[in-house]
């Protein structure tokens, strides 16, 4: 019974050409000719140098936006789980504003009107590239709180009763024993977020902040090379969302993996 159990799956597995990732050939493949043309073609070449420099302000408004985002959701995501109803009100608020406006309006409000005042009140200056970082993470709060909430519910009830029944307060049953199984949850749509606020950074274009996509602007309105700018942009765009997708699936699998009892 069991050789012919053997047998049977032997048969159903697919050949290998039909599991192969065949899109990441044609994605690499892509990406050698964009690279090809961005080497050997002087117009594209001068593109890449005038548009590259802005990526350091891309990669620097990610990581901010994403680190001050991840706060706040955190923050709002257990707000709407507490018991207090004014904190779970207040939190559900923020999250169904944010989430009902699209994200550009969203930007010129927050960027334009809100963050003005604030500055004013305080007698601060807030540079546009801060007023945009800003304004990604109160964005993306409001989906990292949903994710948050989502990740926690997810623990079963009997773990926040079991550290309970250990003597731990509410607060430590929350930091010892439901986040540390949450993030199993939690993690990979985080991931997917952190993606998704790099290429939201194209956007910030709107507030004149000089991030590749605002070059590349200034540049083909410069020089009317409108297909260069733009296939540079797209290069770039292309490269770091590929490789931070790869990432994110190495991690999952790891995370899959220790959940299964492999090694």
Known sequence: MTILLKKRRVRDSRPWWDTFPWWGLIVL??????????????????????IWPGLRVTIRATFQSFGIALVLGLLVGMGQLSKNVFLRNIARTYVEIIRGIPILPLIFVVALILVPQVSDVINLSINFEMRATVTLSIIYGAYMAEIFRGGIQSVPPGQSEAGRSLGLSRRQTMNSVVLPQAMRAIIPPLGNDFIAILKDTSLLSVLGVLEITQRARQFSASTFKFREGYFVVAFIYLLLTLSLSVLLSVLERRMTRDRKGER
Do not use: K
């Open 29 to 50: 493949a892509l990406l050698g000719w964009m690279a090809w043309q961005i080497s050997f073609n002087s117009d594209y070449e001068l593109a890449w140098d005038r």
